[in-house]
């Protein structure tokens, strides 16, 4: 890979090897290097727990927030490099799968409470990896009192006796393991692969295993009311799933079903033989039972033709009917039967909110409660049925994801339970019709492409573990705790996140690091059982300047915002407003009493946390806790689920969206990746200040992108971009680039195409202008500008200021 | 009823291929059952008996040993040893002819799980009630069932007798 560097950055991104050996997209910014070479930031500290030298590392240097005004770096904010020695450094675990919101980890709780800052960890343990070491071996090498696997931060005593990096227990080195099979030598444990890769993958001896490995089983339940056949949404499914039938991860095992329900349910009798499908209808809907005991599930492979048949079908076999009623909870129940023998994924379709029978919600949502400053209500879910439903499905392996395709409420709050404790996930197309909302329907097609043919882990579990001293006390995500610390995951994807709270029950004193590891064991596809362990090392400290220079602003800022959705639904939703902003209050406060040494007027923070005010102002003013600004109830609780699901990186984007001018892209600092350049415009501050009517600009939300288009736009972006003689001419409903054969079409829908692979997820683009009606979503993201309800950031930062001084 | 069936290597027990009965109806708790059946497998050596039927309270465990793959299979007592032996006779038929070259080289547990899929409809032609009538003109070939050894599985287990060899025991899954 090769890229241009730009001459505009303060710092030289320069990706490492661990880069290239385990991230799939050829750039990320892993490390932060000051320009000509190490700094002070990179000495290697010959023992982490003494404080920094005298000459004040970057991560440290005093920043007025109320002078200045240039806070975003150009380019995406970098991870925090932990401040280890670089031989450590340069084998820990990737940031993009594991990190700490402090890099330095305090000695002690009290050190950590003076620090005012939170302390846990954010996991993407089975994200999708280009490099994935994999290991298959008679012996897996763990601790034999705390059952850590070996990694790279144990130490050998000698050759046959390893120290565990977690409860410091002295192991012997299994014979086998003295032999590494890569290098074909004797001797020398430390070099095996387990000891060189803090990722790494483990196939599983059958100890691990309850059963033998499930098959892959996928479940479609579909609503075919009325008002779903209306969206048009089971063509795009029935489509989809045709197209990709023969892409389903799996091998001659897999088994899929399909449900369909209105008020009654319907199986489908797919029984290899048959001539063509057999509808099968149950009305006892109060006490549902499967009409018969086999062929609702069937083989894949042997059953195909009549699959296909029925996708074929089912589009135009409801399209007349008038079933307004949706019996939701018996259509569940009858999956859950139906899965409970194997395990697998159910995919649940809904378009409305389920009306009759068990389960059946009222429209709780008051529309004139929208707007409302003050507390927002039913924000928990109405009925536990279906988080009850959810734990018996993960007691039997079953995950269930839940589409949500409606323009009504449909209590996302208590719906959104059936996903939550099943490890199952949550997606939402508002206001989605095929005829309508084009650019919804183009999202789904997408989104339904990636989740049929991701990747899939069955029947799995997590636990995490830490140095002793250390401990876990929440956790965060989609998943159902069973015993203390073990994460039931009856389906793992690449695109769920985690996240841990973290106290220091004894203090780390004589440690210079402690560890943290991730072990994942699951099924895959295929039927072979593995384990994917993750191990990351960070240095303790026992300053509070340098508890600060490690800080970590994003993670800080995602977990925050998964503490803050529990705090609304458990306490209320200005109580965990309130929290958000004294999580600022306090840290900066902290910082000016106890880091400080000169004292100076201003709102002073350290440059690490210098995007920590205008972190907190945007998840003051996100769909899921912003108040005074209409938002649909399910927009809310929807974007509290994405909040505690997404991995940072895109929960990121959520919160503090990119805005970019692309009116005047150039080929300077382009990347070149495949042959295709790629322009890499500057990160602007969201706030009109930084729009003109002369130009275009673009913001990146994560799952949505707008192109904003100035009145006095340059007619030549309208032209040779949008194909358009004249800004009057944008049409009103724009969700795609038109492909021209011209330059600046071809960097902009490089740029918007390089942004797209980034996520596993599909953006969708809207192409507004000053008169859309989308303009309202584009300039509430406009987080820094002051609002009717909501204050500026420099207004903001005064009243933080006003609050410290106190 | 077959509630379970089980394909493992002899020479070491690495499971080869399995099936357990996916019925919400027999809804029994088959994991100590589970449990006995992978740690028989791994008793089993080359001079255990080649047909056995081993008691385990209102169950019985057949297996089946040839060419260095056991064959095994959990059956409620009442079901008829003769269809057992056939059952597991047949299933050694196919499965030696889709993997048996492969056996000795493999290393993953579960290698060919794949089998499973063979097993559920071999099983469903023996328990369906009219396909059991007319398997009852049964292969007539069939070694005769009276000379096939019954012991009781606990005893197997615990003391070793009548099987040689002894291995670990693995009470439970390990912790991940």
């Not at chain 1, 086998?176 to 001896?205: C, D, L």
């Not at chain 1, 900066?588 to 205008?614: E, K, M, N």
Request: aromatic share 8%; glycine share 4%.
């Amino acid at each position: 890979m090769e890229y241009l560097h730009r001459g505009t950055e303060e710092h030289f991104q320069q990706p490492s090897l661990l880069c290239s050996l385990m991230i799939r997209k050829p750039f990320l910014f892993l490390f932060n290097q000051p320009p000509g070479g190490p700094g002070p930031a990179q000495l290697s500290p010959s023992l982490a727990a003494m404080s920094l030298q005298s000459s004040t590392p970057e991560a440290l240097r005093v920043v007025n927030l109320l002078q200045e005004r240039n806070l975003l770096p150009p380019t995406p904010v970098p991870a925090p490099t932990p401040c280890l020695p670089q031989d450590l450094q340069k084998i820990n675990c990737n940031p993009e799968v594991f990190r700490c919101t402090l890099t330095s980890i305090p000695q002690t709780q009290s050190l950590l409470n003076k620090a005012k800052m939170p302390l846990g960890l954010l996991l993407h343990p089975f994200k999708d990896l280009s490099q994935l070491p994999v290991v298959t071996s008679s012996t897996i090498v763990r601790c034999r009192s705390c059952r850590t696997y070996i990694n790279p931060f144990v130490s050998f005593l000698d050759q046959r006796r390893w120290k565990c990096n977690l409860c410091y227990r002295v192991n012997d080195v299994p014979e086998e393991f003295m032999y590494n099979p890569v290098s074909r030598s004797y001797g020398e444990p430390h070099k095996r692969p387990e000891v060189q890769n803090a990722t790494i993958e483990f196939i599983a001896p059958s100890e691990y295993m309850l059963r033998p490995p499930q098959p892959a089983v996928y479940l479609f339940v579909l609503d075919v009311s009325h008002n779903a056949v209306e969206t048009g949404y089971l063509n795009v499914f029935c489509q989809s799933l045709l197209d990709n039938i023969n892409a389903l991860p799996g091998d001659s095992r897999t088994k899929v079903g399909f449900i369909t329900f209105d008020s009654t349910i319907h199986f489908y009798n797919l029984q290899e033989g048959l001539s063509q499908p057999q509808m099968l209808i149950v009305s006892d809907i109060e006490d549902i039972f499967l009409p018969t005991p086999d062929s609702l599930l069937v083989n894949l492979n042997e059953c195909k033709e009549l699959v296909q048949d029925l996708l074929k079908s089912l589009p135009t076999l409801f399209g007349k009917t008038m079933e307004t009623q949706s019996a939701l909870g018996s259509a569940l129940q009858a999956a859950f039967k139906l899965l409970s023998p194997t395990g697998g994924r159910m995919s649940v379709f809904q378009t409305q909110l389920p009306n009759l029978g068990v389960g059946a919600l009222q429209s709780r949502e008051d529309p004139n409660q929208r707007a409302s400053a003050k507390d927002i209500q039913h924000l928990s879910p109405a009925t536990d049925f279906y988080k009850k439903l959810a734990l018996d499905c993960s007691g039997q392996q079953v995950a269930v994801d839940l589409f949500l395709l409606s323009a009504q409420y449909c209590d996302l709050a208590s719906l959104g339970c059936i996903s939550r404790y099943s490890a199952g996930s949550v997606y939402y197309y508002p206001s989605y019709h095929h005829q309508h909302s084009p650019a919804q329907v183009e999202r789904f097609q997408k989104d339904l492409k990636r989740y049929l043919t991701r990747k899939i882990g069955f029947e799995a579990v997590m636990r995490i573990r830490c140095t002793k001293g250390l401990s876990i006390h929440t956790f965060h995500g989609n998943f159902f705790v069973r015993s203390t610390d073990l994460l039931s995951l009856p389906n793992v994807n690449p695109d769920a996140g985690f996240a841990v709270q973290m106290s220091i029950e004894d203090n780390l004193d004589d440690m210079q690091v402690v560890s943290f590891q991730a072990a994942l064991l699951y099924t895959s596809s295929k039927g072979e059982r593995r384990i994917r362990v993750h191990t990351l090392c960070l240095p303790v400290v026992s300053s509070l300047s340098d508890i600060f220079s490690g800080a970590d602003v994003q993670a800080m800022t995602g977990l925050l915002a998964c503490m803050a959705v529990d705090r609304s639904v458990t306490a209320s939703l200005s109580d965990a407003r309130d929290a958000m902003t004294n999580a600022a209050i306090d840290s900066l406060t902290s910082y000016r009493q106890s880091v400080l040494t000169i004292q100076q007027p201003g709102l002073l923070a350290p440059a690490c946390l210098r995007l920590f005010p205008l972190y907190i102002l945007a998840l003051l003013k996100q769909k899921a806790f912003r108040t005074g600004t209409s938002t649909r109830l399910d927009d809310r609780v929807f974007a509290m689920c994405q909040l505690k699901y997404q991995p940072l990186f895109y929960a990121m984007l959520m919160i503090h969206p990119a805005l970019y001018r692309v009116d005047d892209l150039t080929d300077e600092g382009a990347l070149n990746i495949n042959e295709r350049t790629i322009p890499q415009p500057r990160v602007l501050q969201l706030s009109v200040e930084k729009l003109s009517r002369e130009g275009a600009f673009l913001m990146d939300t994560g799952t949505v992108m707008y192109l904003w288009i100035g009145r006095n736009c340059h007619p030549n972006f309208l032209t040779q971009v949008l194909g358009v003689p004249n800004y009057a001419a944008v049409p009103e409903n724009l969700y795609l680039l038109p492909e021209l054969d011209t330059a600046e079409s071809q960097r902009t829908r490089a740029f918007v195409g390089w942004l797209r692979d980034q996520r596993p997820f599909y953006p969708s683009l809207h192409v507004i202008r000053d008169e859309s009606q989308l303009k309202a979503n584009f300039m509430q993201n406009m987080i820094e500008d002051r609002t009717a309800s909501a204050l500026s950031y420099y207004e903001f930062l005064l009243h933080l200021q006003q609050q410290i001084s106190k | 009823m077959i509630l379970l069936t089980m394909v493992a290597r002899v020479a070491d027990g690495l499971p080869l291929a399995a099936s357990i009965q996916e019925d919400e109806q027999s809804g029994r708790d088959l994991q100590q059952y589970q449990s006995q059946a992978k740690q028989l497998c791994r008793k089993l050596n080359a001079q255990s008996p080649d047909r056995c039927t081993l008691e385990a309270g209102d169950m019985n465990f057949h297996y089946l040993i040839a060419q260095g793959v056991c064959y095994l299979s959990l059956c409620e007592a009442s079901f008829p040893k003769k269809m057992a032996f056939a059952y597991l006779e047949d299933l050694h038929n196919e499965f030696y002819d889709q993997y048996g070259r492969r056996v000795p080289t493999v290393t993953r547990p579960y290698s060919f799980i794949e089998f499973d899929t063979y097993i559920q409809k071999m099983k469903k032609s023996y328990v369906d009630s009219r396909a059991r009538r007319n398997l009852g003109s049964i292969n007539t070939e069939l070694q005769d069932v009276q000379r096939i050894m019954v012991a009781n599985i606990e005893e197997v287990l615990q003391r070793g007798e009548a099987l040689s060899g002894v291995t670990k025991l693995c009470q439970s899954p390990v912790r991940p």
